[in-house]
C-alpha cells in the first residue's frame, strides 16, 4: 500500500477465462512442504512491471474449484518469464502481458489461503474487483458526461446553441440519471464491502450497471461532439475506446447476467 512494490493478479489464462473451473496452472505438493508451478497466465494486468505475482493454481484436481489456491511468487524465481506488453484499444496506459511459470519451486509459506479456502477467498476478491471496476466505469461516465455537457453548450448549429435542441437535452439528462444511480449503487455496495456484509450480488449489479453506463455515456458524447468526437485531439475518443475493457475485467456481463438471475432466485 506504501507503492514500493508492485503486484499483479493472476486468473486468467488461455483456455480459462470465465470459466475457472480450467484453470491448467499446477501447483504439486513435495514431500518436504515446498511446491513446484507449472503453468501460463495470460492478460496480467501489471505483469511487465511487476514485483510479484498472486497466482491462482490447481491444488487438487479431483477437487475441482475447491483444490483452486493462490500462490504468490517473485518476479525473481527461477522459472518466472514475463512476455513483451500487449499492444492495447484503449486503457493504453495499462501494461498487460502473458506470465509463463516453468518448475517454479516455492515455500511452503507461499500459498496464501488455508488449503480448501481459496474458493473463499477468490468469491470475495472478485466482488472487490467488480465493484472497483464499477468505480472505474463510473469515472469514465462522468468525464464522457462533463466532456459532452460543456461542448453542447458552445457548440452553435441553426442559430442556437445545441443545448438548446430537445434531442440533445434528452441525451445529457439520460447520462445524468444513470450516472446518479450508479453512484448510488456504488456507494451502497462499497458500505457493505467496509462492514465486510458478504455483497457479491450487489457486485455483480453495479459493475453491470455502472459499465452500461459508461459505454452508454462516451457513445452519446461521441454523438454530441459530431466529427470532433472522432479526433484524436478531444479525449472523447479515448473514453469510447477504453469502455470496452470494462465489458470484460472482472467477469463479462452474460456472466454476471447469469449470476445475477441465480441470485435473485430466477433459476
Ligand atoms: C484490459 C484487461 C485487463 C485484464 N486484467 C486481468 C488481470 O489482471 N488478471 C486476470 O486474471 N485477468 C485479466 N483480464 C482477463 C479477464 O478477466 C477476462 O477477459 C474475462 O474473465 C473473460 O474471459 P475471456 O476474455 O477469456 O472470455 P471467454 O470466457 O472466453 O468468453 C467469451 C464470450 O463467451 C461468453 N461466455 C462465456 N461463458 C458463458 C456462459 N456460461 N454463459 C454465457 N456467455 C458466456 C462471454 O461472456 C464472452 O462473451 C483482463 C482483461 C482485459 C481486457
Known sequence: MRGERVSAFCLTEPDAGSDLTNVRTMAVAQEDGSWIINGLKTWVTNGPVADHFTVLCQTRPDRKMRGQNFFIIDRNTPGVSVSPKFPLVGTRSTEISELAL??????????????????????????????????????????????????????????????????????????????????????????????????????????????????YCSDEATRILGA??????????????????LLYGGGTHEILMGNIAREVGFV
Open 102 to 215: 516453468t518448475d517454479v519451486v516455492l515455500p511452503a509459506d507461499a500459498m496464501l489461503c488455508p488449503p480448501g479456502r481459496g474458493l473463499h477467498n477468490l468469491l470475495s476478491i472478485l466482488a472487490e474487483i467488480r465493484t472497483m471496476t464499477a468505480a472505474l466505469a463510473l469515472g469514465l461516465a462522468r468525464a464522457a458526461y462533463q466532456a459532452a455537457f460543456q461542448y453542447a453548450r458552445e457548440r452553435s448549429a441553426f442559430g442556437r446553441t445545441i443545448n438548446k435542441y430537445q434531442l440533445i437535452q434528452e441525451k445529457i439528462s439520460k447520462m445524468a440519471t444513470q450516472i446518479w444511480a450508479s453512484e448510488l449503487m456504488l456507494y451502497r455496495t462499497t458500505s457493505l464491502i467496509d462492514r465486510q456484509v458478504p455483497c457479491m450480488r450487489e457486485a455483480n449489479m453495479v459493475k453491470y450497471y455502472a459499465t452500461e453506463t459508461a459505454c
Open 228 to 245: 470532433y468526437a472522432y479526433s484524436m485531439e478531444y479525449p472523447v475518443q479515448r473514453f469510447y475506446r477504453d469502455n470496452r475493457f
